[in-house]
């Protein structure tokens, strides 16, 4: 199983960003997807997660109204579209995979990780 989270960069605050992650190896459409990240010197914190099917997603509170997940079953790739991005945003992102249904924002609940892509907000 590969993710490839890619579409990180730097931009200054009140700028959008899109990641991407990339699937293989694993069947897409079966999976829940998740998005953490992980600042300098901090955990590794839940973002986003969105259903198999696309139809059910969840947020944390910090990015709420922000991020918008998605993702194209067609293309096993899934998308962050980070929006009005703050310095506190800034981070090393990661995509996740597992198998189930429930929308889980604990790490350890999922099996499949990607290599992370650094996004890094300006003030």
């Known amino acids: 199983v590969q993710l490839q989270a890619s579409g990180g960069g730097l931009v200054t605050a009140g700028g959008s960003l899109r990641l991407s992650c990339a699937a293989s190896?694993?069947?897409?459409?079966?999976?829940?997807m998740g998005w953490f990240r992980q600042a300098p010197g901090k955990e590794r914190d839940f973002v986003a997660a969105?259903?198999?099917?696309?139809?059910?997603?969840s947020y944390a509170g910090s990015v709420k109204g922000r991020f918008t997940i998605s993702r194209d079953n067609a293309k096993n790739t899934v998308y962050l579209q980070m929006n009005s991005l703050k310095p506190e945003d800034t981070a090393v992102y990661y995509c996740?995979?597992?198998?189930?249904?429930?929308?889980?924002?604990?790490?350890?609940?999922?099996?499949?990780w990607g290599q992370g892509t650094l996004v890094t907000v300006s003030s």
């Open positions: 969105i259903s198999s099917s696309g139809g059910r997603v």
């Open positions: 190896g694993v069947t897409f459409s079966r999976h829940v």
């Open positions: 996740a995979a597992r198998e189930g249904l429930a929308l889980v924002s604990a790490e350890h609940e999922y099996a499949y």
